[in-house]
């Protein structure tokens, strides 16, 4: 390890030879200066981890020096030294940034500990650096804007965004009910250069087809009945900002053709309007839908999907990210604690078990709702098994050989769990037998011959 190196200001020659052997015995690399001026040139050829400056000095005092240095290098340590100590004089010096204050005549032994407590302050610093460092790194990894993730997927999910965030690309984002489909479509728009402009949301499936068209794209007066005003839609309100356009493979064929039209040309025509209006919007779909397969069954227009699918980010089911249901249950528990005024610390070890097992076909949102229930009825600090729902209780019974203390046979067991794992292939494989011999490992004979032992009707 390098020495530490001190520059010593004083306009006293002893003071400096005192301090210079004192020091360099001590271990430390010392140089000297007798004034501040000089100081100030020492430090800008040479670097110091500690000064140590007097402040009566003749040309530039020691407050002055500090000012000045403070500027140039203000992550130096610097302790000031005087023989006409006074609290005021010690606080002005503290309040221009120095680290510490000395009054003389001084025992050796005060510079000495006065030097290893900045040292130890020095280390401190940087192993808060450290640990800040590491702390973003981790929050990186495991959160996007409120969205909290370890698994390696969802890690491939974050990187995807982050990357098409800076970009007006059309962005299509799939994934099953309750994935967060629009809380990442939330984290592109405030994540990109789009940011102070508006987002706006619509559910494509929530409106009805005969209001939809003039939400999205607004009307002129007397272009219908009801029509008493203009109105803008929601394409303009979204301009210079983002429109998320959620649930589009629920949107009718009609207006797939307008979407298209908005897609290719950046421009809308509201109702009952003879011009169409130029609209800066970037635009964000999902769906739970599999569009390929809604344009196959002509569904679903295919120059739309592919206008559309410019970049893809799917999000993985729950059960697909097993990994990531303690974090989230931590973050929900966190979130409801506040809101109900509640201070649960966590979940019981027979609960986790089962929120860990259990299949969530409502993906994240239904986590959500769970741990808001559980907090809401658990009686003390920690939930149990009985705060959850009945539904997950009954998903968590344990298979035939495992429900008995009393019946430990070990054949029974091992015929539970071949039928068990013969049952399970049959279903992986839409009862092809010789698919599910293959992932068995036996011959499709002896496969065909346990269906029948077992009495499996698949």
């Known amino acids: 390890m390098p020495k530490q190196r001190v520059l010593i200001i004083d306009d006293e020659e002893n003071m400096r030879h005192m301090l210079e052997v004192l020091l360099t015995k001590a271990g430390y690399g010392v140089e000297s200066a007798a004034d501040g001026a000089s100081g100030l040139q020492v430090m800008d050829r040479s670097d110091f981890d500690f000064i140590l400056c007097d402040i009566r000095m003749p040309r530039m005092d020691g407050v002055t020096f500090l000012q000045h240095a403070k500027e140039k290098y203000p992550e130096k340590t610097y302790i000031m030294m ?11 010096a503290i309040k221009e940034g120095a680290y510490d204050y000395i009054s003389k005549p001084f025992k050796k032994d005060e510079v000495l500990l006065t030097l290893k407590k900045a040292d130890e302050r020095e280390r401190l610093k940087e192993e808060n650096v450290r640990l800040k460092t590491k702390i973003n790194e981790i929050e990186k990894k495991y959160s996007f804007r409120n969205i909290v993730a370890r698994s390696e997927a969802m890690a491939h999910v974050f990187d995807l965004v982050s990357k ?22 939330r ?32 009307y002129k007066k007397g272009a219908f009945t009801d029509a008493v ?27 797939q053709v307008k979407i298209l039209r908005v897609l290719q040309e950046e421009e809308i025509t509201p109702l009952g309007d003879v011009g169409s209006k130029k609209i800066d919007v970037r635009v964000i779909a999902a769906t739970s839908k599999v569009l390929e397969e809604e344009v196959k069954e002509g569904r679903f227009r295919e120059d739309l999907f592919y206008r559309l699918n410019v970049m893809t980010i799917h999000l993985p089911p729950l059960r697909k990210r097993r990994g990531d249901i303690t974090l989230l249950v931590g973050y929900f528990i966190d979130i409801f604690n506040k809101k109900l005024k509640k201070n649960i610390q966590g979940l019981s070890s027979e609960a986790m078990p089962v929120l860990i097992e259990y299949t969530w076909p409502g993906n994240v949102r239904e986590l959500e709702n769970v741990i808001e229930r559980a907090i809401l009825l658990a009686p003390g600090k920690w939930i149990s098994p009985a705060e959850l729902p009945e539904n997950m209780m009954k998903a968590q019974k344990l298979p035939p050989y495992l429900g008995s203390d009393e019946d430990l046979s070990i054949k029974k067991a091992a015929k539970w769990m071949e039928r068990d794992l013969i049952e399970k292939a049959l279903k992986l494989t839409n009862g092809n037998r010789t698919q599910a011999a293959k992932i068995l490992e036996v011959s499709r004979p002896m496969l065909i011959g346990k269906i029948k032992e077992y009495e499996l009707d698949l």
């Open 164 to 185: 098409v965030s800076e970009h007006k690309t059309t962005v299509l984002i799939t994934g099953e009910s309750g994935t967060g489909k629009e809380l990442f479509a």
């Open 229 to 255: 005003k203009d109105k803008q839609g929601y394409f303009e309100e979204a301009d210079k900002g983002t429109i998320f356009l959620d649930e589009i493979g629920e949107m009718p064929p009609s207006l």
């Open 82 to 92: 005087s023989a006409y100590g006074t609290v005021e004089t010690a606080l002005e």
């Open 187 to 218: 984290a592109i728009h405030a994540d990109g250069p789009r940011a102070s402009g508006p987002m706006v949301s619509i559910n494509c499936g929530g409106i009805p087809e005969n209001l939809l068209e003039s939400e999205l794209f607004g």
